[in-house]
């Protein structure tokens, strides 16, 4: 144990799930050099016949702060980690918590390039998402973005059986599933081809990792009532289940466009959709722009089941729905928003830009469609009123229908 005038020196060294591994003669003496060892229960299991007499091991746990706390009292600490520790791994836990600290490496295969080796399966082209420790969003993204190829890291509750049926739940059916549990193992590693209908209904062994592989030429979702050939920009009207079939609760097709590229979608991370209604708004906006996280109210119950039938329907997970009155929800426990579209108010809407503009982000931006004077004096009001800036608007009118007028404030 030491004052600690200098960055503590890490080893880091990468180890498959083999229970024998095989350690070249350098690794072996820097391990029988070292003091002061770290690592996950199951690396202390692989690794312990070859630590030292009287070496201290500190069990890598969460909360890390307790962990941390105790490597700062150490100048020179040997880590194991699992296969490469760069790769989503603890070598970046240590960059981004010990910026100081010197870190040599020595990986080995990461467990997806393992898994591809086995299958003898090129993977410069593999997309690698991480759900361990995760949320679902890059792996939404993934999908609707159409990606060929996936190399997903899992956990103990996003398994393989999981992922393939979120998957089949969106429409994404085209994909076939290789699966790989304990791999390095020579005992209990396990490599299995399935189509994820199978999949969806197994269970397997942790630890595992996948690969999921587009059949050739299918880049659209198979969804039943999926249409084949989205078109690139604008889902038509008629493609939504709609509100007790009302034609007039939906934001239309050219509205709903303009209204998108009112919010500035492509370079924000946070969007709230306030009355979401169909769901047309948000979908289209996870659609065009995956990377968005989306967060849609509906005061009205039924508005579950329509996002949820919409959403499937043109594979669009990811979508966090919120029903409830939005001027009680809890808004604390969201990602506060950069843009933020009032679809619904209720007769409500000043004290909603009221709500919205306390969470409301630096630069961000409130886009409202009025369809009456009335309605567009109450924005402007609730606008000056928030200490919002008011923008130019956008006057359209489609078909029979009364001209709309696109609204925009933004957030000082």
Not at 6 to 31: C, E, K, M, N, R
Not at 65 to 84: C, K, L, N, P, Q
């Amino acid at each position: 144990m030491t004052d600690h005038h200098h960055p503590t020196q890490f080893i880091v060294i990468g180890l498959d799930d083999s229970p024998a591994p095989y350690l070249p003669p350098s690794i072996q003496a820097l391990i029988h050099e070292g003091k002061v060892f770290s690592g996950g229960l199951r690396h202390h299991d692989i690794i312990s016949a070859f630590l030292p007499e009287g070496a201290e091991w500190i069990d890598i746990t969460v909360p890390l702060d307790a962990v941390f706390a105790r490597y700062e009292t150490y100048d020179h600490i040997v880590v194991f980690a699992s296969g490469d520790p760069l790769f989503f791994g603890f070598a970046n836990t240590i960059r981004r918590r010990l910026p100081e600290a010197g870190i040599q490496l020595y990986p080995t295969f990461n467990s997806l390039q393992t898994l591809a080796h086995r299958l003898v399966m090129p993977y410069d082209d593999m997309r690698t998402v991480s759900l361990t420790g995760r949320p679902w969003h890059e792996f939404d993204r993934a999908l609707i973005e159409r990606t060929p190829k996936m190399g997903i890291l899992t956990d103990r509750e996003h398994t393989p059986a999981a992922i393939a049926r979120r998957m089949l739940d969106y429409g994404y059916t085209h994909y076939t599933m290789y699966v790989g549990e304990h791999l390095g193992n020579p005992e209990r590693e396990r490599i299995r081809r399935l189509e994820l209908q199978e999949a969806a209904e197994l269970t397997f062994e942790y630890p595992n990792c996948l690969i999921v592989h587009q059949y050739p030429d299918t880049y659209t979702p198979t969804h039943p009532g999926a249409r084949i050939n989205l078109p690139p920009l604008g889902i038509p009207d008629e493609e939504f289940e709609l509100l007790d079939g009302r034609t007039r609760m939906i934001t239309k097709a050219p509205i709903r466009l303009l209204t998108l590229s009112a919010l500035e979608l492509n370079r924000r991370v946070s969007f709230w959709d306030v009355g979401f209604c169909t769901g047309s708004v948000s979908i289209e906006a996870k659609l065009q722009f995956p990377h968005l996280h989306v967060t849609s109210f509906e005061i009205r119950p039924e508005g579950q089941r329509l996002m949820e039938v919409n959403s499937r329907r043109f594979g669009t997970p990811g979508i966090t729905i919120l029903i409830g009155d939005f001027l009680e929800a809890d808004l604390d426990t969201i990602s506060r928003p950069d843009a933020v579209f009032i679809g619904g108010h209720g007769g409500h809407l000043k004290e909603m830009i009221a709500r919205i503009s306390h969470y409301l982000l630096p630069g961000g931006c409130i886009v409202f469609n009025s369809v009456s004077e009335e309605s567009k004096s109450l924005f402007i009001e609730g606008i000056r009123e928030a200490g919002l800036r008011l923008l130019s608007g956008t006057r359209i009118a489609v078909n029979e229908y009364n001209p709309i007028e696109i609204l925009k404030a933004e957030q000082q």
